[in-house]
């Protein structure tokens, strides 16, 4: 069964620092989402991204965030500057247009980000 | 501004009984949910969902209940398996339009079922 792969399963950074984290959606699939759960907390939205463009945002994904799809397969997440706070579980997603305007999203198993 | 709620953080359960697992929403604009399940070090997993327009989805042993007037729904899951025993999300999403909607998640509820 096709399934989001993400990489690295866990990355350290050090406040400051810029991380890119990497994302293969579901080769068909046209809708692209980043998440993140801090520990303890909920699974929130960042962004989406289709056509290669960001069609929605969250007030999370501030001037630090950025998206890329730099080949047909893979979907990048971009912290410029790590902080403290960035540390979470962060997730990507991916749905396939369906006529009926549903939208089921399917989960990468995430990176964990510990930004030191 | 929680506008999906999962308001037990946990439920037991014996194997072979009913689970039920329950979701409280308030944005009345809301028409697509959804039920995760997510093991620990993995992703969500999609389980099930249901459109505003319907008020039961059914798929083996679980069925998702919706009662757009009370803005609730629930996750039923007949015969409850130790397999099952995960965090269960409800997410709630806003198909404006058919473009793709992001999803808002409740806390999610932690599922035990006990051989």
Same mark, same amino acid.
């Given at each position: 069964?096709?399934?989001?792969?993400?990489?690295?399963?866990?990355?350290?950074?050090?406040?400051?620092?810029?991380?890119?984290?990497?994302?293969?959606?579901?080769?068909?699939?046209?809708?692209?989402?980043?998440?993140?759960?801090?520990?303890?907390?909920?699974?929130?939205?960042?962004?989406?991204?289709?056509?290669?463009?960001?069609?929605?945002?969250?007030?999370?994904?501030?001037?630090?965030?950025?998206?890329?799809?730099?080949?047909?397969s893979n979907f990048t997440l971009k912290i410029r500057s790590t902080k403290l706070e960035d540390s979470a579980m962060y997730f990507c997603a991916s749905s396939e247009i369906v006529s009926t305007g549903t939208d089921t999203q399917y989960f990468g198993p995430g990176t964990r980000l510990t930004v030191l | 501004d929680q506008q999906v709620k999962q308001n037990s953080p946990s439920l037991s359960v014996q194997e072979g009984?009913?689970?039920?697992? $329950?979701?409280?929403?308030?944005?009345?604009?809301?028409?697509?949910?959804?039920?995760?399940?997510?093991? #620990? @070090?993995?992703? #969500?997993?999609?389980?099930?969902?249901?459109?505003?327009?319907?008020?039961? $989805?059914?798929?083996?042993?679980?069925? %998702?209940?919706?009662?757009?007037?009370?803005?609730?729904?629930?996750?039923?899951? %007949? #015969?409850?398996?130790?397999?099952?025993? @995960? %965090?269960?999300?409800?997410?709630?999403?806003? $198909?404006?339009?058919?473009?793709?909607? $992001?999803?808002?998640?409740?806390?999610?509820?932690?599922?035990? %079922?006990? #051989?």
């Amino acid at each position: 069964e096709p399934e989001v792969t993400q990489t690295p399963s866990h990355q350290v950074t050090q406040m400051g620092q810029e991380v890119i984290l990497r994302c293969v959606p579901i080769s068909n699939h046209l809708y692209f989402y980043w998440y993140r759960q801090i520990l303890g907390q909920k699974v929130e939205f960042l962004v989406s991204f289709y056509n290669n463009e960001i069609s929605e945002k969250s007030e999370i994904f501030d001037d630090q965030f950025s998206v890329e799809r730099p080949d047909g397969s893979n979907f990048t997440l971009k912290i410029r500057s790590t902080k403290l706070e960035d540390s979470a579980m962060y997730f990507c997603a991916s749905s396939e247009i369906v006529s009926t305007g549903t939208d089921t999203q399917y989960f990468g198993p995430g990176t964990r980000l510990t930004v030191l | 501004d929680q506008q999906v709620k999962q308001n037990s953080p946990s439920l037991s359960v014996q194997e072979g009984r009913i689970s039920i697992l $329950n979701c409280d929403y308030t944005n009345s604009m809301f028409d697509y949910f959804l039920w995760y399940k997510k093991y #620990p @070090a993995e992703g #969500p997993t999609f389980l099930i969902s249901i459109s505003s327009i319907k008020d039961k $989805n059914e798929d083996g042993r679980f069925t %998702v209940f919706l009662n757009k007037s009370a803005k609730h729904l629930s996750l039923h899951i %007949v #015969p409850s398996q130790p397999g099952d025993s @995960a %965090v269960y999300f409800c997410a709630a999403s806003l $198909n404006y339009g058919g473009s793709q909607g $992001n999803l808002i998640f409740g806390k999610g509820t932690k599922l035990s %079922v006990k #051989p």
